[in-house]
């Protein structure tokens, strides 16, 4: 395990030498790196995630940012696209643990801003709401200003708002829990609440909001996972809950709590996987739903010494796995599509970002300025 450590550790001190190179030590600009994608060092970046992977002996927020760091940049640099649950998933979590290793935030920052600049991303819908709602949060989380390419991102989503206030997401984009049309209509009224500068006061946001909101308080949350998020947005944009549905929606998380402290993915929705089969809702806690809901249950007032939050942190800290991150099954397949390390449940990548999330938001994370 030390070994493995070492050389993923290797791999990020690598990608930042070679930035540091070219770019010298004050430069901020994002810079591409000329780490090779193929190289050893990061395909060690992700090995598979497996329920068998022993826990670390003790929660290291050094080794969270070490995986995260690795895992997004590798996903990044070989299958050169975005997705919810790997690189947008970094640009949410990685800020959590403080100071980013600058030549991997660059090189990703980079990588999407090219993507906004020249509209690069197939199918438009999802990704494109969901690229203007990580970099939001992602502004929100390290310059706390809004910048020009997450401006243009946010305005080219309300280009593709439908006449009903939300975007119809493809027929073929069934990626549960994280791919349909409420869920985007949920997480772009996050983005708008989150976005630095005053966003939602402009008027392409204030015209579009009027719209989001018809819709979000015109239909009903198909499960607790998206009500969650919906309850998360609601913190960030007035008038999507009523104070009696936020009460619910938290009574509800709470009562979803496990024995062990955790929350279990599965319970918080009725997807089915693949096959057609449907996830066992008493399957064991795991990162992603505990990350989420302790971090939402923040957000939305309950305190950090409430109990059930306690109980959900004492579950994140003592269930970390020796790569750094957090396991969580896949609730669509257990099947390998290919001979990519990258494609075992990558829904533990969204979960390990969630996972920090949450403990940064309960005050487990101390002073992470010079991490």
């Not at 395990?1 to 070679?18: K, Q």
């Not at 949350?221 to 009696?244: D, E, V």
């Not at 096959?275 to 992603?288: E, F, K, R, V």
Request: proline share 6%; net charge neutral; hydrophobic share 40%.
């Amino acid at each position: 395990m030390r070994s493995w450590l070492l050389l993923l550790s290797g791999a990020v001190i690598a990608i930042a030498a070679t930035a540091v190179a070219q770019t010298g030590a004050g430069s901020l600009a994002p810079q591409r790196s000329a780490y090779a994608a193929t190289s050893d060092e990061t395909r060690a970046a992700a090995p598979p995630a497996s329920p068998d992977e022993p826990m670390a002996p003790a929660f290291s927020a050094v080794n969270a940012a070490a995986y995260l760091d690795a895992i997004a940049l590798a996903w990044t640099h070989e299958r050169k696209c975005g997705t919810c649950h790997t690189n947008y998933a970094y640009m949410m979590g990685r800020p959590a643990l403080g100071k980013e290793n600058r030549a991997v935030a660059g090189e990703i920052r980079a990588f999407f801003a090219e993507k906004v600049e020249h509209r690069s991303y197939s199918p438009a819908v999802p990704h494109a709401l969901i690229l203007a709602g990580v970099l939001a949060i992602n502004d929100a989380g390290t310059s706390r200003h809004l910048d020009p390419v997450t401006r243009q991102a946010l305005d080219r989503m309300w280009e593709l708002q439908g006449p009903d206030g939300a975007w119809e997401y493809p027929t073929t984009f069934y990626s549960p829990p994280l791919g349909d049309s409420y869920y985007g209509a949920a997480f772009a009224a996050l983005a708008v609440g989150t976005a630095p500068d005053g966003y939602a006061d402009t008027p392409a946001a204030r015209a579009g909001m009027v719209r989001l909101r018809q819709y979000l308080t015109s239909h009903a949350a198909p499960s607790l996972h998206h009500q969650s998020i919906l309850l998360w947005a609601s913190t960030k944009t007035p008038g999507l809950l009523t104070a009696t549905q936020q009460a619910a929606t938290i009574r509800d998380l709470l009562q979803h709590q496990r024995a062990d402290g955790g929350w279990s993915l599965p319970s918080l929705g009725d997807w089915k996987r693949r096959d057609g089969t449907l996830n066992n809702p008493d399957a064991p806690s795991d990162g992603y739903a505990t990350g989420l809901v302790v971090y939402v249950l923040r957000q939305a007032g309950v305190a950090a010494t409430d109990t059930a939050i306690v109980r959900g942190v004492t579950w994140l800290k003592t269930h970390q796995r020796q790569s750094g991150r957090w396991f969580t099954f896949s609730i669509n397949t257990d099947e390998r599509r290919d001979d990519n390390r990258y494609t075992d449940h990558l829904i533990s990548n969204i979960g390990t970002a969630y996972a920090v999330m949450a403990l940064r938001a309960c005050g487990e994370l101390g002073d992470t300025s010079e991490r």
